[in-house]
C-alpha cells in the first residue's frame, strides 16, 4: 500500500512515461538511469530505458489541456474529447472536471455515460484507484462523493463500493445512515435504495422521515421509491395522522411522488378542524366537558417500520409536550392547521388532481365522490 504523502505526490504531480509499444505508465518517476522507476497507484514498476520514448511532466501537459478547455465551448463532443485526452495523459482532476461538463449538456448521452465508465475503471479519485474492492478506512470517503456535485466522481464512488460483497455492504450501509455527517447518511441512503431490500427499504423509510437533514430525507425517498414497493404510501399516510406537522410535511413530497389514491382522502382529512385535545398526557380524564388552555405539541420521538407480506407496516411513536392548564367549560375547542401547511395541501392537492377547489374540505371531499375516486392520468406536460 502507498503512503498518503505518495499518493498526493501522484496526484499533484504525475509524470507520464510511454513505452515503445504504446503503453502509458502514469505516476511519480523515482529513477532514470538504465531503468525508469516510476511509482503507480499499483506499485512500483521497472522498465528499461531503451523502452522508453517519452517522457511527459504535468507542467508540461497542462498547457494543452487548458487550450482543448476552452475551445469546447458548449460542445458535447469537444467536452468528451478533452475529458478522454486527460484521462489518458493523468490528468485525473481535469479528467473529472471535463466529464462533469459535458454530463451538464447532455447526460443521458451514450457517449457520457460510457466515458464515465472508463473513468470508474482507469482513474484515480483523491487517492483511490479503481483496483479490487475498496478499503474499510477509504469507503466513507467514497460514501460522501456519491452526495457531492460532480456526477463524474460519483460514479466512480458507486463503482468501486459496488465491488464490495452485498453481504458486506448492505450491513455497513445501514450502520452509515446513523452517521453524524449527512454526506455519508445521504450517500448510505442513495446505495441502499439502489440495493433494494426489506431492511434497508424499512430503514430509508425510517430516514426520510425522522431525519434532521433534507438532503438525506430527499436521499432517502429516493431510495424508498426505488422500491417499487405496492404498498409504499402505507407509512407516509400514517405520518399525516400523527398529529405531528413535521412529520405532516416531511410526508407530502412522498405523497405527491407516489401518486397513490389514498393521499387524497388523507389529505382532505387534513384540511378538516380538529376537535382540541382533552386532558394530560399522564392518563388525566376528568369525566365532564373542559376546555384546555395553553399549548400541546404532539411529535414523532420514532417510526417502527416493518416489511411483511408485501405490505409496509409503519407505527408511529408519538410523544406530547404539554404546557397549560384545563377548566371546566360546556363546549370543548377545535384544533386548526396553520395557514401556511393549509396552503401547501391544497397546493398538494392541485397537482395531483388538476383541480383548484380551495380550502374547503367539503368541496374536494364531493368531488373525490364524483370522480369515483381515481387521479386523473398524467398528461404528456407532466400535469393532471
Known sequence: MLFPSLWCALLVAPDVVELKDGTRLIGKIAATKDVVTIRTPLGALEVPAFDVTRLVKRSELLPKHKALAAAAGDEVRAWLTVATWDLQHGLYPESFDAADRASALAPKDPAVVTLFDQLSRDALLDDLAPNGAPAAEVRGRLLEKLSAKSPARAAFARAALGRVPSDELEPWLLGQLKSSRPESRAGAARLLGEMGGEKGLAQLIRSSLLDEHSNVRAAARDGAAASHHPDLASPYLKALASGDERMRERAYPMLEMLRDPRAVPALIDVLKPKPAPAGGSGGFNPPHQHIFIGEQRAYVRDFDV???????????????LQSGSV???????????????????????????????????LAWEAWWASSNQQLPPISPSGAP
Open 306 to 320: 416493518e416489511i411483511a407480506q408485501g405490505a409496509v407496516i409503519a407505527k408511529p411513536i408519538v410523544g406530547i
Open 327 to 361: 377548566l371546566d367549560v360546556k363546549v370543548a375547542g377545535v384544533v386548526q392547521i396553520t395557514y401556511v401547511e393549509k396552503v401547501e395541501v391544497v397546493d398538494l392537492l392541485r397537482r395531483l388532481t388538476g383541480q383548484r377547489l380551495g380550502t374547503d374540505p
